[in-house]
């Protein structure tokens, strides 16, 4: 047995002394490039792919779970970061999709282990600057990678349905505060932001009208205009902290 299937066999069957039983957390982090809003996600399978996601220590909260579970993933702090829903139905058990993933993990399983039980899972959205993360994978899969939301791979459990409730979840809250601008490097344009903007809502937005709203928060800080632009350059913003 490799280290690798070692460590899953002592997590699986040593877990529960460690983690809250019953309570799992599930992480979007959502990214923005070439104009296209993008998911992280795990291959663990040939075809099968998943969000981030994990167990909660005992001596932990909840957003500690999150934010240490993000960490992990793309090695950043401090990242802007929201519980959007909770995933509880009565039947939300996967004995049996599990089962035959660490199968073809080549890790031990036995029905009785406590990771077979109904599980809540807690679902977080995260906004990060792609440039800065550096993604990797864990123990369970074989890869870490983006993918444009309008164009996600086959996806085990119910993860779908959890994407799409982070992106709902995340345009609501653009409703009261213009919380895309962690997306962007920390100096950005109208023009960017805009851009930005456009692409959550799939839909075009006036520029004018846009531009008067975005400054109406009185968060965003005007700079010095952004050099090497041909024709008219506009100006660089930043969020004022």
């Avoid at 802007?80 to 939300?92: A, T």
């Avoid at 990678?145 to 086959?154: D, G, R, T």
Wanted: aromatic share 12%; net charge neutral; with cysteine.
């Amino acid at each position: 047995m490799s280290k690798n299937e070692q460590y899953i066999s002592a997590l699986l069957g040593e877990g529960e002394k460690h983690f809250l039983s019953n309570i799992s957390i599930d992480t979007v982090i959502l990214g923005y490039e070439e104009n296209s809003l993008k998911v992280l996600l795990l291959r663990v399978t040939e075809g099968g792919w998943m969000l981030p996601g994990g167990y909660v220590f005992k001596n932990e909260s909840l957003d500690e779970a999150a934010s240490r579970i993000l960490e992990e993933r793309i090695a950043l702090r401090d990242i802007f970061l929201k519980q959007f829903h909770v995933f509880g139905e009565p039947d939300r058990s996967f004995s049996s999709e599990i089962a035959a993933l660490f199968g073809k993990l080549g890790a031990p399983w036995t029905q009785n282990l406590w990771i077979n039980q109904r599980f809540i899972s807690v679902g977080y959205y995260a906004l990060v600057d792609i440039a800065r993360a550096a993604p990797r994978p864990n123990i369970f899969s074989k890869s870490c990678s983006w993918h444009p939301v309008e164009a996600l791979p086959a996806l085990l459990l119910d993860h779908k349905e959890i994407i799409e409730k982070a992106l709902h979840g995340f345009q609501n809250d653009l409703q009261n505060y213009p919380l895309g601008f962690h997306l962007l490097p920390s100096m950005f344009t109208m023009p960017e932001l805009h851009g930005l903007f456009e692409t959550v809502y799939r839909k075009s937005l006036d520029r004018s009208r846009f531009q008067k709203k975005m400054l109406s928060y009185g968060v965003f800080e005007r700079l010095e205009k952004k050099k090497g632009v041909a024709h008219r350059s506009p100006f660089l913003y930043r969020h004022r902290e």
